[in-house]
């Protein structure tokens, strides 16, 4: 009996060994391969940098691989109404923002913006176009209503936008009848300096946390005009940011210095349907400003990328409508 206790008792001390021991094993070492995600834009859902540091000469420190973070839109955020954004808007601005045309300003450096967002709401288009000191502001608020009574999440609404080359193909309906394109051609380039054009990259599988983009728009008025294009993702939104990064000539007359353009549009689906926001301001010399139309040519440019954003987001319901259909079809076959 006492070498049977000594053998349970060996036996015990094994098996304290095998499950215990790894308990106190020393971490490993980080390689030099090894992954650590980028700052989110939602910097509470990840490391900051500085608290990295903290532990990566402690032993304590221990890394694990997890799937990517998608961040299409946030699950824990509620989807706001027009009200909770322009809270001082008439019940009469609200149904014409409901309009094709939507609800639409324009005023001179002088003036001052009638659509304007609750203080709390995140958005201040105009103080950033107004910083350019321009010669005439627009401002353009339409809301598109929701098809299939489905929202469309931040990643369908990048997506929808993506096709730039699509812009030359929006068509201005004039009072004679006939139709009108502002831009004759329209198309991404490989960057500020490496102006060859490059096509529309496929739709994206997640959200990028941002994004530059080059472009060149051929205006049937003043010729090529070169675009930088800053893409910001907010909690809420989307935030597209166009200026040009070169002169703008008319034959061969400078018009417009670096940075004279600024057009921004907010795009956020609302609880009424995807909620389109547009500031936009152009800076000319003072002896072309008392020449021309300029309420009616930013108008016109306007209209034509909010009408090229109305496709772009009507097509993007469509997909996803019929993706939707498409998986309903294979589980009822499933069956």
């Known amino acids: ?3 049977l206790n000594k053998l349970a008792g060996f036996g015990l001390f094994v098996i304290f060994l095998i499950f215990i021991f790894p308990l106190n094993a020393e971490s490993f070492d980080l390689d030099e391969d090894e992954y650590i995600p980028d700052e ?4 509470e859902l990840v490391f900051m940098e500085d608290d990295i540091d903290l532990y990566e000469d402690s032993d304590d420190f221990y890394i694990f691989e997890a799937a990517d973070l998608v961040i299409e839109a946030s699950p824990f955020t509620e989807l706001r109404s027009v009200d909770d954004i322009f809270p001082n808007l008439t019940q009469l601005q609200k149904v014409t923002a409901m309009l ?3 609800l639409r ?10 659509i304007i967002p609750c203080p709390d709401s995140g958005l201040n288009l105009y103080n950033s176009v107004i910083q350019k000191d321009p010669s005439i502001i627009s401002e353009t608020l339409i809301i598109i209503p929701y098809n299939y009574n489905r929202e469309l999440d ?15 193909d929006q ?4 009072r004679n009848g006939n139709t009108f394109n502002v831009f004759t051609n329209t198309t991404r380039l490989e960057s500020a300096s490496n102006r060859r054009a490059i096509p529309d990259p496929s739709p994206a599988g997640d959200l990028p946390y941002s994004e530059t983009m080059y472009l060149r728009f051929t205006d ?3 010729g090529d005009l070169y675009l930088r294009g800053d893409i910001i993702f907010s909690l809420y939104g989307i935030t597209y940011d166009l200026t040009n990064f070169r002169d703008v000539y008319y034959t061969i007359f400078r018009v417009m210095g670096t940075e004279s353009v600024s057009i921004i549009t907010y795009l956020e689906p609302v609880k009424e349907g995807i909620l389109i926001y547009n500031v936009s301001g152009l800076s000319l010399p003072s002896f072309l400003v008392n020449r021309m139309n300029l309420a009616g040519n930013i108008n016109n440019r306007v209209t034509t990328l909010i009408g090229w954003m109305t496709e772009g987001i009507r097509w993007q319901e469509t997909l996803a409508f019929e993706r939707g ?7 009822q076959n499933n069956n």
């Open 40 to 43: 989110s834009i939602f910097s």
């Open 220 to 222: 049937t008025s003043i």
């Open 171 to 174: 068509a201005l309906q004039l």
């Open 154 to 168: 931040l990643l369908e609404i990048y997506n929808a936008l993506g096709r730039i080359e699509k812009i030359k």
């Open 325 to 331: 259909m498409s998986i309903r079809n294979i589980h």
């Open 100 to 102: 094709r045309s939507g």
């Open 1 to 3: 009996m006492s070498l």
């Open 105 to 114: 300003n324009s005023f001179d450096n002088k003036g001052s913006p009638v």
